[in-house]
Structure formats: C-alpha cells, structure tokens
C-alpha cells in the first residue's frame, strides 16, 4: 500500500507561499500576481486565482483543503506595525494578554490655542457643517434610543456638538466641546477646564466618510464658533496607542504633557504625570 507524503509549505522572501506536492508547485505571489487554477492531486480541487490583494493579504480561504486560520495573528501584526511601528504591536499585545486584570496605557494630551490660524475653509460636495440643537438629537443617534438620550442630555447642560451630515441628513462626523468637568475614565480623574478654556471630546467619523477631509472642515466650524463664545484655548486627549488619533491631533494642536496609567482590578489607579497637568483632579 502506497501513501503520499503531506505537502510542503515553505516561505520564500521574494515570491511569498510555495506549497511543494509530488513534484508539481504552485506559487502564491505576495503583491496583486494572478495565480492560474492549477489542480493539486493530493487534495483534489483546484485552487482560485488572485489569493492575494493588493497588500498581500489573503483574499478568502484556500479552495485546497488547508487551515489558515493561523495566518491572521501575522497579518494583523502586521497592520499594527504598519500604523505605529513595533512599540505600538508590542503594547496592544501586552494590552491582550493582560486584559481584564490589568490594563495600562497613556494618555497624551493636547492644547490648541483659537486665537491662532485654523485650516483653510472648503467646501466638500454632499457635506454640510452645522451646530447641534435638540431637535438634531434624533440625527445624531441614528435610531438608537439610548443614544438619543445621552445627546439630549449633553445638550440640556450645555455641551456643544459639531456635525457633518451628507445630503440624505446622515451624520458623517461629529465632536463635543464642554466648559464642564468630565470624567476621564482611563484615569478615573476629571479634567476641569479654565474659565477662558474648553475640553474636546468624543469626535468620530464614520468610515464611509474618512479621507474626504471632513474632519478638518468640521474643525474650521468648531474653531470659529468657540472663539465667538470667547474660548481662548481647547484641550483633547488621545491615546497612545492612536497612530491616527495622534497624526490628527498633532496637526492642528500642541502636545503638552503625557498621563501614564496602571489600573489593577480591585486597587485604585496608579497615575505618573497628572501632576504636570493642573486641569486633572480627582472631582
């Protein structure tokens, strides 16, 4: 009785994937190459074409019959790598194999000062940039209740939102802004703004609208309108583990100190630079 030994895989730095099978090979490319149906006789069915995407990503599941399920903690290392190098991967790891007992991180936090120049005014096609009233709130919670309710409450005490909305009235990015205490959750501490200032909070912008500038559009509206209530200053956080969020945030404000974290189930959190900022307290 005859049996066929298992195939081969093997990674080669300059074509990707080779899968040897009694003498015949079949070469998955790294980048955007077709691939021909090629039929293995270990498996029995052939394979598709185009395996890989443009980035070098699997596109779907080999029709070969192997699990590759294994691949995708490399890929999404990879992704991370890409968007903010090896100590952005290194600290989501640690950030995994920790949680829910342990969480660490770091807040950095941002100071913009409105008496400076913003970005240039342009007009986006299908965009429109405006202030939240009440009667906006069923619009900004996009059919969900309990968000309709956490903006009508923003807005009774104050707080003020920024929107983009596209033709068909469906919100493409918004932001808040409060001259009120709010609690930082990451650091258990509030940041309590001056009586000249105002904190940045809870900005989105949904995927479909990424990369139109709307973000930066919906910031020559929030800046205007905060000077003509006479703020003279603004201040935000992100996270640094944020490539994006901190590439923005860099862009239009200044860096002005960091608030490193450590929060153990159980214990109170262990803060390390807090104390540079006088707007953190505890109440």
């Given amino acids: 009785m005859s049996t066929r030994a298992a195939p081969r895989i093997h990674w080669n730095r300059g074509c990707g994937m080779r899968i040897e099978s009694h003498r015949r090979r079949v070469v998955f490319p790294k980048r955007g190459l077709s691939l ?7 498996f029995g069915r052939s394979i598709p074409s185009r395996l890989f995407c443009s980035k070098g990503r699997l596109r779907q599941k080999m029709q070969a019959g192997l699990n590759l399920n294994w691949l ?12 903010g190098g090896m100590e952005h991967m290194v600290v989501r790891a640690l950030g995994k194999l920790t949680a829910p007992a342990l969480e660490m991180g770091a807040l950095i936090f941002f100071r913009r000062d409105l008496e400076e120049p913003g970005p240039e005014p342009r007009t986006i096609e299908g965009i429109t940039f405006r202030v939240a009233s009440i009667a906006d709130a069923p619009l900004l919670a996009r059919g ?10 923003r807005l009774n005490r104050g707080d003020v939102c920024f929107f ?3 033709s ?10 409060t001259r009120l205490p709010t609690h ?3 650091l258990n501490r509030y940041f309590r703004p001056g009586p000249s200032e105002v904190y940045l909070y809870d900005l989105f912008t949904f995927p479909e609208y990424r990369r139109l500038g709307v973000d930066t559009q919906c910031r020559v509206l929030m800046y205007s309108e905060l000077k003509r209530m006479n703020a003279r200053a603004a201040y935000c956080y992100v996270r640094a583990g944020n490539p994006a969020g901190l590439r923005a945030a860099r862009r239009w404000h200044q860096e002005i100190g960091r608030v490193w974290y450590l929060r153990i189930r159980g214990l109170p959190t262990i803060l390390r630079g807090a104390e540079r900022l006088p707007q953190i307290g505890k109440s």
């Fill in 72 to 83: 995708r903690p490399f890929n999404r290392a990879s992704q991370l790598v890409r968007e």
């Fill in 36 to 42: 021909k149906r090629t039929r293995m006789p270990c």
């Fill in 168 to 177: 068909r009235q469906q919100v493409a990015h918004y932001r808040w802004a």
């Fill in 144 to 153: 969900d209740p309990a968000s309709e309710a956490t903006v009508r409450e």
């Fill in 184 to 186: 930082l959750p990451e």
């Fill in 164 to 166: 983009a909305a596209d």
